[in-house]
């Protein structure tokens, strides 16, 4: 089980860099595959040894080996996030498909974290091929729920969205939530089920009301400013994958 878990953290760890890759480039609308890593600011090509996830920004302290330009701390952030979720799968799961389905539907929203809280987007091209993946997903047993399951999470989860983001536009005639919103709750639902939607909007709604309370009190910017809601979804999403039967154990004896 500690090999498993280590090995689990190396893995984790080396697909945090390589979606790292992808969180620069996909908004940019670049190839994810060539050309090969280089610095964006003197465009140096980066060596395998200045390629190791966390230990290289370790001993570069932050800095191009090249021009010395800093470099974001959102690299070995990923990384870590990514080998941490990577462990915490395995110790739920083992060396199983379910690890392997749940570890790519959780590095998706890690990704879309990132993005949109950088450039205020959610991709289509996460998002709906993650639709697909996770109605696949619903076919296999250890899914946990059927594939009518997940049909109704993606129909209930981009409808519920897409209905709020209406009434919003229409009372306020701002824009409420955008369509990556939408389309992120619709995959979602397609990997967590209709069932698990009421508690992740939930959380997902407290959490950004509070955080983006803050923000704004912080930044002192008001109503002008945008604050992203995917990174509380992805949220909602990861708290409900991890302690989804605590919570719902929870709000039936609320309920009692």
Same mark, same amino acid.
Request: hydrophobic share 50%.
């Given at each position: 089980?500690?090999?498993?878990?280590?090995?689990?953290?190396?893995?984790?760890?080396?697909?945090?860099?390589?979606?790292?890759?992808?969180?620069?480039?996909?908004?940019?609308?670049?190839?994810?595959?060539?050309?090969?890593?280089?610095?964006?600011?003197?465009?140096?090509?980066?060596?395998?040894?200045?390629?190791?996830?966390?230990?290289?920004?370790?001993?570069?302290?932050?800095?191009?080996?090249?021009?010395?330009?800093?470099?974001?701390?959102?690299?070995?952030?990923?990384?870590?996030?990514?080998?941490?979720?990577?462990?915490?799968?395995?110790?739920?799961?083992?060396?199983?498909?379910?690890?392997?389905?749940?570890?790519?539907?959780?590095?998706?929203?890690?990704?879309?974290?990132?993005?949109?809280?950088?450039?205020?987007?959610?991709?289509?091209?996460?998002?709906?091929?993650?639709? =697909?993946?996770? %109605?696949? $997903?619903? /076919? &296999?047993?250890?899914?946990?729920? #059927?594939?009518? !399951?997940? *049909?109704?999470?993606?129909?209930?989860?981009?409808?519920?969205?897409?209905?709020?983001?209406?009434?919003?536009?229409?009372?306020?005639?701002?824009?409420?939530?955008?369509?990556?919103?939408?389309?992120?709750?619709?995959?979602?639902?397609?990997?967590?089920?209709?069932?698990?939607?009421?508690?992740?909007?939930?959380?997902?709604?407290?959490?950004?009301?509070?955080?983006?309370?803050?923000?704004?009190?912080?930044?002192?910017?008001?109503?002008?400013?945008?604050?992203?809601?995917?990174?509380?979804?992805? =949220?909602?999403? %990861?708290? $409900?994958? /991890? &302690?989804?039967?605590?919570?719902? #154990?929870?709000? !039936?004896? *609320?309920?009692?």
């Amino acid at each position: 089980m500690t090999l498993g878990m280590v090995f689990a953290f190396l893995f984790g760890l080396a697909v945090g860099s390589f979606l790292n890759v992808c969180i620069y480039r996909i908004p940019l609308k670049k190839s994810i595959v060539r050309p090969p890593s280089s610095c964006p600011q003197c465009g140096d090509q980066i060596r395998f040894y200045d390629n190791i996830p966390i230990l290289s920004y370790i001993v570069l302290q932050g800095r191009c080996r090249h021009c010395r330009t800093p470099i974001s701390f959102r690299y070995p952030l990923v990384e870590l996030v990514i080998g941490l979720l990577s462990v915490a799968l395995f110790i739920l799961f083992g060396p199983s498909l379910q690890y392997a389905f749940l570890f790519l539907f959780t590095a998706a929203l890690v990704v879309i974290t990132f993005i949109d809280l950088e450039h205020k987007i959610i991709p289509d091209v996460i998002s709906l091929p993650g639709i =697909l993946l996770g %109605l696949a $997903f619903s /076919f &296999f047993p250890s899914a946990g729920i #059927s594939p009518l !399951d997940a *049909l109704i999470g993606v129909v209930g989860g981009g409808g519920f969205l897409f209905l709020v983001g209406t009434v919003f536009e229409k009372v306020t005639g701002r824009e409420g939530m955008g369509g990556g919103d939408v389309k992120l709750l619709a995959m979602i639902g397609a990997w967590m089920g209709w069932k698990a939607l009421p508690f992740i909007i939930l959380i997902s709604s407290f959490t950004g009301a509070l955080i983006g309370g803050l923000s704004l009190v912080v930044s002192r910017q008001g109503m002008r400013s945008r604050i992203p809601f995917g990174p509380f979804l992805a =949220l909602g999403a %990861l708290v $409900f994958l /991890f &302690f989804g039967n605590e919570i719902v #154990s929870w709000f !039936d004896r *609320l309920g009692r």
